[in-house]
């Protein structure tokens, strides 16, 4: 099982970035599919998810309006559409999976497997 996180990059303030989260050796389809970032200094705080079951997305208060998650099975893919970036935004952004699952949390051990993490600048 293993996820690869990419797309991130420099980007200005009100930009968008499109992050991929693709998955090799197991179907994404299966699995409830988690967006953390971690900020230089912070903790690392769930953003964005979407459930295996049903299909249902959660957002955390900070990104409601501007991200949004959306699954490509074809490709295996999860992706984190981020508009409006602000400088805030910057982060390490991981994705994580779990699988199955109705529900999906913000909560680090819920997942059981992480990509590397893509790097996400954005300047004022």
Not at 39 to 50: D, L, M, N, S
Not at 64 to 78: E, L, M, P
């Amino acid at each position: 099982v293993q996820l690869q996180a990419s797309g991130g990059g420099l980007v200005q303030a009100g930009g968008s970035l499109t992050l991929s989260c693709a998955a090799s050796g197991f179907t994404l389809e299966d699995y409830t599919i988690g967006w953390f970032r971690q900020a230089p200094g912070k903790e690392r705080e769930g953003v964005i998810c979407i459930t295996a079951i049903g299909g249902s997305t959660y957002y955390a208060e900070s990104v409601k309006g501007r991200f949004t998650i959306s699954r490509d099975n074809a490709k295996n893919t999860v992706y984190l559409q981020m508009n409006s970036l602000k400088p805030e935004d910057t982060a390490v952004y991981y994705c994580a999976a779990r699988l199955y699952g109705r529900s999906c949390f913000f909560v680090r051990d819920y997942y059981t497997s992480w990509g590397q993490g893509t790097l996400v600048t954005v300047s004022s």
